[in-house]
């Protein structure tokens, strides 16, 4: 199923249904579309190697939480392909981009359209803040911070028992301001997990608003350097720098691309939300309806009737 | 009595030398947690992580994922305060194999309130997926291995080191009480280091007329409430629970929670860290500052069954030694 679209068309359709989602819906995780559209389209749609997806395309509704009673329970991680040890794995840390990693999921044919209209409803496994049992989830990430060890212990595992698939792990620069980060990224350079790289959407933007504002992190391509792992900072939304900076020799380390990206890449009007963009909830009738006219103008659909 | 030096180290090794699956993994307390002999007889088991627990519980989660049983190592306090979190998202809701040996158990440890977990089986308890176990003498640490390895999910584990008393013949088996003695009077439950102080109480006590069953418990979770209700059932002037924790959430709680879901009208005396945190100090001196000693038992029964016994220490010490002897006949009940 790899490369029947193109990475852009992938980008395009990820924004659209993304953008389509939060206008029917009264709001939504509109800008983390804007600014991993890119990133999320050249993971699954090019660089990783992953299998066919092991699950339905209209995922099963919610079956329980792991338990000892509950023996069926399963993981969103098929969506990714199965646990080969070929295979590349991915986890996507902050679990608060889920709408835009199941857009992207359609947008690659791993899940039908119809499986956003489950989104945030209740008895449904397509939740809010990706669960473990949420398409394309592989754990729980919803407490930020925990994605990136956990792909360090998968990694080293995966070293341990010789399997060649990659761990990538897709992060978001708020994130970084928790300290479990740097505790990862020490324990990775120190046992030379190299077959774990991360890609990083840094897009300065956290809940309560600008990260500068709120806590600014500096220098962070200087700091991880600092750490001993490879650093890269490319255009997060330029595929062919995405894709030399996975070229880059990592022998020994781990590789983090910083991905510098806008919060409203592809939707200017968005801008009008400076500099709340965590959560895009539409304050009026009126902007609701502006917001509808001028993004829809600008990724070239009609507006969207809700 | 028998006096084992380090049982976990020669355990652990045995067990885990030859597991492809178990890896050993230590936050900087490797000799503290007596794995710096396997550490150095098997460095390609053993993964250094550092004083940084965090990562260490999510790292743990990532190698379950990869399909091993992660044996953690650090003193129990440390697996859970700091890195609850980690320990809910990583290890206990994915149910992650991960085997959590926790150190310095209550006041066990010199080291203060930083270094004493005194709540640990009340946090461990109340996380769903989690198994907790707590051992109480040197057979017990040698065999907890393969009792926690055997457990599908998540099992924290109160380890006990340095030197160890032996009391038991018999391997920890999961959800198995043992009956120490045989009494209709007072039921007494103790756990990890408070069994061997009830067994001191409980020799200078026969001489008073005053027989109690003696039930040591080393499953925490899950609980097999018929073996707990039957013997509640029968107990005629009370019950006491005495542990090396506090009195919320522990043994005492278990025996509680049972007694209000059956409607037994008996009276439960807690022993243990009285919603209080403890000091540095001594295992003696805090365990009799804190009540958590053989007197501290003593009284407790006095009060239950309305009786003076006059036992002092020194009547205590020379009980310990009858009792030595006595102990394979114990267990043998």
Redesign the interface.
Do not use: C
């Given at each position: 199923m790899k490369n029947k679209k193109t990475n852009h068309e992938v980008a395009k359709g990820i924004r659209k249904r993304v953008f389509e989602h939060c206008i029917k819906n009264n709001g939504g995780y509109l800008s983390q579309a804007c600014s991993a559209a890119e990133q999320l389209a050249w993971l699954y749609n090019d660089i990783l190697n992953l299998g066919d997806s092991t699950q339905p395309m209209i995922p099963e509704e919610f079956s329980g939480?792991?338990?000892?009673d509950n023996q069926n329970y399963i993981?969103g991680a098929g969506y990714n392909g199965p646990f080969e040890s070929s295979y590349d794995r991915l986890i996507i840390a902050p679990a608060h981009y889920a709408l835009v990693a199941y857009a992207t999921l359609i947008e690659v044919g791993r899940m039908a359209p119809e499986a956003l209209d489950m989104f945030n409803k209740d008895g449904s496994s397509v939740e809010m803040i990706g669960a473990?049992h949420s398409p394309g989830m592989?754990?729980?990430?919803?407490?930020l911070?925990?994605g990136l060890?956990?792909?360090?212990?998968?990694?080293?595992?995966?070293k341990?028992?010789k399997e060649t698939g990659e761990v990538c792990v897709f992060m978001s620069d708020g994130e970084l301001q928790e300290?479990?980060v740097w505790?990862?990224l020490?324990?990775c350079v120190?046992?030379k997990i190299d077959n774990l790289w991360a890609i990083v959407d840094v897009n300065e933007q956290q809940v309560n608003g600008a990260m500068k504002d709120v806590m600014d992190i500096g220098d962070i391509a200087n700091k991880i350097e600092s750490f001993g792992a490879i650093v890269t900072e490319i255009d997060g939304h330029n595929f062919d720098e995405l894709s030399k900076a996975k070229k880059i020799n990592h022998k020994d380390k781990p590789l983090i691309i910083l991905a510098k990206t806008s919060p409203y890449q592809g939707m200017k009007y968005l801008k009008t939300r400076f500099p709340k963009l965590h959560y895009v909830r539409f304050k009026s009738e009126e902007e609701r309806m502006n917001m509808n006219n001028e993004i829809s103008t600008e990724l070239g659909i009609s507006p969207i009737e809700y | 009595m028998e006096i084992v030096n380090k049982p976990y180290a020669k355990a652990f090794e045995d067990f885990a030398k030859d597991k492809k699956e178990i890896?050993c993994i230590s936050a900087d307390l490797d000799s503290s947690c007596e794995i710096d002999g396997f550490r150095d007889r098997y460095p390609h088991k053993f993964?250094?992580?550092?004083m940084?627990e965090?990562?260490m519980?999510?790292?743990?989660?990532?190698?379950?994922?990869?399909?091993?049983r992660p044996f953690i190592h650090s003193f129990g306090v440390f697996t859970y305060r700091r890195p609850y979190?980690?320990l809910v998202?990583?290890i206990a809701?994915?149910?992650r194999k991960a085997r959590i040996m926790g150190f310095l158990p209550g006041i066990t440890t010199p080291g203060g309130m930083t270094h004493q977990a005194i709540e640990d089986i009340s946090v461990m308890r109340t996380l769903?997926?989690m198994t907790v176990l707590e051992t109480g003498d040197a057979t017990e640490v040698e065999s907890i291995c393969e009792v926690a390895d055997s457990i599908?999910?998540p099992v924290y584990c109160r380890m006990l080191r340095g030197s160890v008393p032996r009391l038991f013949e018999t391997p920890l088996q999961i959800g198995k009480l043992r009956t120490l003695s045989e009494g209709k009077d007072i039921l007494v439950f103790t756990s990890g280091i408070c069994t061997e102080e009830a067994i001191r109480a409980r020799s200078a006590l026969k001489k008073f007329g005053i027989a109690i069953k003696h039930i040591h418990v080393s499953t925490l979770k899950p609980i097999n409430e018929e073996l707990f209700l039957s013997l509640i059932s029968e107990a005629k002037s009370g019950i006491i629970s005495m542990e090396n924790h506090l009195v919320n959430g522990g043994l005492g709680s278990i025996v509680s929670d049972i007694i209000s879901k059956y409607g037994i009208g008996k009276k439960l005396i807690k022993l243990g860290l009285q919603d209080t945190y403890a000091h540095g100090g001594s295992k003696g001196y805090l365990s009799r500052y804190y009540n958590l000693d053989a007197l501290a038992l003593i009284k407790s029964i006095e009060n239950l069954t309305n009786t003076k016994t006059n036992i002092q220490e020194v009547d205590l010490n020379e009980a310990r030694i009858e009792d030595v002897h006595s102990l394979s006949k114990a267990e043998a009940l």
């Open positions: 939480v792991p338990s000892k993981t473990e592989e754990v729980h990430n919803g407490t911070g925990v060890s956990t792909g360090a212990g998968l990694a080293m595992g995966r341990i028992k300290g479990q505790e990862a020490q324990t120190h046992h | 890896l993964i250094s992580m550092g940084a965090q990562n519980m999510s790292f743990s989660g990532g190698l379950g994922l990869a399909g091993f979190d980690q998202a990583s809701y994915p149910r769903p997926n599908d999910g």
